[in-house]
Nanobody, 119 residues
Framework: QGQLVESGGGLVQAGGSLRLSCEAS????????MGWFRQAPGKEREFVAA????????YSIDSMKGRFTISRDNAKNTVYLQMNSLKTEDTAVYHC????????????WGQGTQVIVSS
């Protein structure tokens, strides 16, 4: 049974940076595309960024391009989300998720790490 564990969240002032990490265990990490999602209080979960199984292709939504960067290290079974120029509206619980190569759904999810951006 695969497990994803996020870390790196915390309290940061607007304009600051954080790097989130998500370590996978119990699954063939390099066979999975990885994604980051977030959910703010009272809001729907939203997609943040994704990276292909090889790390060669990344995706992110327009509002985060230039501020958030996703990357992965298959040797460490870890995916990262570097977040710069944080805004108060980035406050949310950030979850990582894994989608088997060729699959449609993200079928493994982490518990999440809280990010709070203060003004």
């Amino acid at each position: 049974q695969g497990q994803l564990v996020e870390s790196g969240g915390g309290l940061v002032q607007a304009g600051g940076s954080l790097r989130l990490s998500c370590e996978a265990s119990g699954l063939p990490f390099s066979s999975y595309a990885m994604g980051w999602f977030r959910q703010a209080p009272g809001k729907e979960r939203e997609f943040v960024a994704a990276v292909s199984w090889s790390g060669g292709t990344t995706y992110s939504i327009d509002s985060m391009k230039g501020r958030f960067t996703i990357s992965r290290d298959n040797a460490k079974n870890t995916v990262y989300l570097q977040m710069n120029s944080l805004k108060t509206e980035d406050t949310a619980v950030y979850h990582c998720a894994a989608r088997l190569r060729g699959g449609v759904e993200y079928d493994h999810w982490g518990q999440g790490t809280q990010v709070i951006v203060s003004s």
